[in-house]
């Protein structure tokens, strides 16, 4: 059974963020399916410490729970990561995710990753208020290859845009049948 991780990084409960997992986590029961909801949770920055760089073993010496995901994403054939676009950039929790997967970072392995699951599909996926997604479009893409961190290597990024309140993607058909196909590649 595949294992699917779903990161929901916004402050927002019933925000669009939160949509796009939800309806992802409903489509995918054929898969073991975590959903993290980082306003949920304790997540602390990585504070640069490099213990994590002294061994090779995906540790943390933070105890909270951005720590204790790090098996889930070890494990993960797919993760996504779903932002609203702040301040024509991710949100800080969800760059605050992405630094504490320093664990994965092993530059003498193949991919420069640690995780015992390479190949790993993964998607950053922003919500936003614009029409002008081309620029957003250019740096989820680019995000989304910059996971290679954690083993991803097949990587997709999307921009969802004019849906600045909570829930209005729900009403944009289109978003929302770009978010069924989402969650139908992770399923493949
Ligand atoms: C602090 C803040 C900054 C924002 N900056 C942008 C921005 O730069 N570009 C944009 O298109 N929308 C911006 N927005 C709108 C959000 O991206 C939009 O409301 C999005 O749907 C929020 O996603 P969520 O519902 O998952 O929280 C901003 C919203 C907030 C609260």
Same mark, same amino acid.
């Given at each position: /059974?595949?294992?699917i991780?779903?990161?929901? +990084?916004?402050p927002? $409960? #019933? ?22 909801? /980082?306003?949920?949770?304790?997540? #602390? %920055? &990585?504070?640069? &410490?490099?213990?994590?760089? =002294?061994?090779?073993? @995906? /540790? ?6 951005? +720590?204790? #995901? ?13 932002? %609203?676009?702040?301040? @024509?950039? *991710?949100?800080?929790?969800?760059? /605050? ?5 320093? %664990? ?6 193949? !991919?420069?990753? #640690?995780?015992?699951?390479?190949? $790993?599909?993964?998607?950053?996926? &922003? ?10 479009? $250019? ?5 989304? =290859?910059?996971?290679?961190?954690? !083993?991803? +290597? ?7 845009? *004019?849906?600045?309140? &909570?829930?209005d ?7 929302m =049948? ?11």
């Amino acid at each position: /059974m595949k294992k699917i991780l779903l990161v929901d +990084t916004s402050p927002r $409960k #019933n925000g669009n963020s939160e949509v796009i997992v939800d309806t992802i986590a409903s489509d995918l029961q054929e898969c073991e399916v975590i959903v993290f909801k /980082m306003r949920e949770h304790i997540c #602390n %920055p &990585c504070l640069a &410490c490099a213990a994590c760089q =002294e061994k090779d073993t @995906q /540790m943390c010496v933070q105890k909270d729970d951005l +720590t204790a #995901n790090l098996a889930a994403i070890n494990e993960a054939d797919a993760i996504v990561i779903a932002t %609203p676009v702040y301040n @024509q950039q *991710m949100s800080a929790q969800a760059k /605050m995710f992405i630094d504490r997967t320093y %664990p994965f970072f092993n530059a003498e392995k193949t !991919g420069k990753t #640690n995780t015992s699951k390479p190949g $790993k599909k993964a998607a950053f996926v &922003c919500s936003c208020w614009a029409g002008d997604k081309d620029v957003y479009e $250019k740096y989820a893409v680019w995000t989304a =290859e910059a996971l290679w961190q954690i !083993g991803a +290597t097949n990587t997709r990024g999307y921009v969802f845009e *004019m849906i600045p309140n &909570c829930g209005d993607i729900l009403k944009n058909e289109i978003h929302m =049948e770009k978010v069924h196909e989402l969650a139908q590649w992770l399923a493949e």
